[in-house]
């Protein structure tokens, strides 16, 4: 054989071998991009039911997060301790717990807050009679903090009844049950109530602020985090009770949480809609050299003078670490990597998924700020890829295009129903909109109502009275009646109609990488038929002649 035929025969190689190279460059990745790695999280009850939706909707997208809801104090604790790569809370560091005198500090580990879930703290309770659970309450302010401080400690309280316009509960003891550990939705109570009725709160718990640690007296029930208390609420032993749990909890077992009374003189409930509106309010720190940087101060959420807003509405933060090597040893690409892709998806498409669940998707300001959060991630470790991580990908249902300041649900919440307001009512169950039926039209009113006063029926489908058009408004399923009066159970939830048009676009959770990744079996088979068979026959025909000849 000459040198010239040897040379043809390596030559008719390279098509054999180019399918395997090419498979290998898309298996490899973007140059310098790691996979992600799985991260371990801890902190928020409070804010438990979004993240495992974050959770569980990133795993589809090869992105693997473990969350412990151990309760805000515990998070902190552990991310200081780095037993964990995030927490969440919903307060920062506080150099020293005021209550139990616990160091509160981050043990010098450098880190970042990412707003990443609004909501509102409710006040699911068990009140029965004849067999019946009442389905309205309403209280105001001064009659939850006179109620968690033991001062009103039966249900037929004339407190109580005013606040009901006249209707009287039947006399049953009120058992508060509060959460045990170092709890987010116990500070954002005790805010409330240390802001709103200072005196009282410093009489009953000997401190002047808040603490996460709520000052157990009396009869009240302890129990852990939020579905703990969630579910002694509703235990067949626990008539009389009453909690504090962030609305989804109560709305994931279909049972009621109290109206509260706000500045505007009506009772109303936590819907994503409400709590939009109220924390337009929030002064947020904006200055990015402050260790509290996008921290919330809720002063001005409490008093909010629009009638639609809920007083004890909050944000919650994702701590994510921004130390560089030799601090954060085991803090690799691909941790950081999958903190940012989870963060990123949380703060934009996740949103769309947790209003259905009782939360309230993030305004455009904050999303926007937390960018620059998540890019502290890449300056610690270069690596870490951003490409795909702009608000032209974040699908976030609070954007709007044209208008990117504004809060979309904040712009088409509804007014609440004239039965709410103090003098009025209270409203049958089923009548206020929960927030997770009808969405509302751009002008504020439930598509069918003519009023923005339509009925929605309890979560599940459960039938209410209403005044137009969707009587229904369960979590996946309302009713669509179509008649003044009572709404039957059963049918689909009405999507609305919007008038604004909302930014929709796909989201890869992790990166290019993850695109590749996905595509590169079906690459890596498509061009072996493409060069393999070819050659091969190539390589049978030249045999075949050989042997003739």
Known sequence: ???????????????????????????????????????????????????????????????????????????????????????????????????????DTSQGRPYAYLPIAAGGTSFPYQIRFDGQQVENLRLSGLTLVKIFTNQITNWDDPAITKDNNGLALPSLPITPVVQSEGSGATNQLTSYFATEFPSIWKAFSGISGPTEYFPRQGDQIAQNGSNGAMNYVASSEANGSISYVEYSFALSVNYPVAKVLNSAGYYTLPTQYNVAVSLEAAQINMDASSPDYLLQNLTDVYVDPDPRTYPLSSYVYMIEPTGSAPAEQNMTTGKRQALADFGYYSICQGQKEIGPIGYSPLPVNLVEAGFGQLQKLQAADPAVDL???????????????????????????????????????????????????????????????????????????????????????????????????????????????????????????????????????????????????????????????????
């Open 1 to 103: 054989m000459t040198a010239w035929h040897r040379h043809l025969r390596r030559l008719r190689l390279v098509p054999l071998l180019l399918p395997v190279l090419l498979g290998a460059v898309l298996w490899a990745g973007p140059a310098g991009a790691d996979p992600p790695s799985q991260i371990d999280g801890s902190g928020s009850s409070w804010a438990e039911n979004a993240v495992n939706q974050w959770v569980s909707d990133v795993h589809a997208q090869g992105v693997e997060v473990v969350y412990s809801p151990d309760g805000d104090s515990q998070g902190r604790q552990d991310f200081a301790n780095k037993v964990s790569d995030f927490s969440v809370t919903s307060d920062g560091y506080q150099g020293r717990d005021p209550v139990t005198g616990v160091s």
């Open 387 to 549: 490409t795909s991580q702009n608000i032209l990908n974040c699908n976030n249902p609070t954007f709007v295009l044209g208008q990117p300041n504004a809060n979309y649900l904040a712009t088409i919440a509804p007014l609440p129903p004239s039965c709410d307001q103090v003098g009025a009512g209270p409203c049958a169950a089923g009548v206020t909109p929960n927030g997770i039926g009808a969405t509302p039209t751009s002008s504020g009113s439930y598509p069918g109502s003519g009023s923005g006063t339509a009925g929605a029926g309890a979560q599940s489908g459960v039938a209410g009275s209403g005044t137009g058009g969707t009587a229904g408004g369960g979590a996946a399923a309302g009713a669509n009646a179509g008649s003044t009066g009572t709404g039957a159970s059963g049918g689909a939830a009405s999507a609305g109609s919007t008038d604004a048009k909302i930014v929709s676009t796909t989201l890869p959770a992790a990166g290019v990488s993850n695109f590749f990744w996905t595509l590169s079996p079906l690459v890596i088979t498509l061009l072996l038929f493409a060069f393999g068979i070819p050659v091969f026959l190539g390589i049978r025909r030249n045999r075949r002649q050989g042997g003739e000849a």
